[in-house]
T-cell receptor
């Protein structure tokens, strides 16, 4: 059974710091991995999607890497801002299922203070 | 990008009543929709997968008779929580895909519905 874990569960940092959020998954047989942002009481915003054949994806201050064989992904946030405060979720799309369903991680709650 | 809406955004009901939540794809045809549940400070848990014109596939531990799913058209799926109880209080989120090869399609998420059962 695929399990997705995120570390740390919560993080509070001053503005300007560079951050690394970690995601690990137990079964390396995945189609892709996706990082989402969720603001309190809101839905999900997709940040980055990495296909299993890719090593990383970048969007602005965000960079996500994927090491499929070791079951790990990291989300790097450069020069953090208070507006980055949110919960960050990673999700994998397993190869073993005959659907497009996602398995979500436990999330990292990020707070960036001025 | 593709937009998915949910209605209502928030609902409060008495214990024992049924609540219907709608999920709509606004600018694309969604062959598959997914329903997730999220308890406070927890991650999203998939409840069921809904394909247009066929019965939904429920995840283990999710009661089919309690959470009725209808995917009657390519732009609308509904989740009905029957005889809701306080433990059903949660944040319900749907997502939709436009079809294509498994593993390559993008899921677009709705804004969620906050259900509170008194």
């Amino acid at each position: 059974k695929q399990e997705v874990t995120q570390i740390p569960a919560a993080l509070s940092v001053p503005e300007g710091e560079n951050l690394v959020l970690n995601c690990s998954f137990t079964d390396s047989a995945i189609y892709n991995l996706q990082w989402f942002r969720q603001d309190p009481g809101k839905g999900l915003t997709s940040l980055l999607l990495i296909q299993s054949s890719q090593r990383e994806q970048t969007s602005g201050r965000l960079n996500a890497s994927l090491d499929k064989s070791s079951g790990r992904s990291t989300l790097y946030i450069a020069a953090s801002q208070p507006g980055d405060s949110a919960t960050y979720l990673c999700a994998v799309r397993p190869e073993s299922y005959n659907t497009d369903k996602l398995i979500f991680g436990t999330g990292t709650r990020l707070q960036v203070f001025p | 990008g593709a937009v998915v809406s949910q209605h209502p955004s928030r609902v409060i009901c008495k214990s024992g009543t049924s609540v219907k939540i709608e999920c709509r794809s606004l600018d694309f045809q969604a062959t598959t929709m997914f329903w997730y549940r999220q308890f406070p400070k927890q991650s999203l848990m998939l409840m069921a997968t809904s394909n247009e014109g066929s019965k939904a596939t429920y995840e283990q531990g999710v009661e089919k008779d309690k959470f009725l799913i209808n995917h009657a058209s390519l732009t609308l799926s509904t989740l009905t929580v029957t005889s809701a109880h306080p433990e059903d209080s949660s944040f319900y989120i749907c997502s939709a895909t436009a079809g294509g090869f498994i593993g390559t399609d993008t899921q677009y998420f709705g804004p969620g519905t906050r259900l509170t059962v008194l």
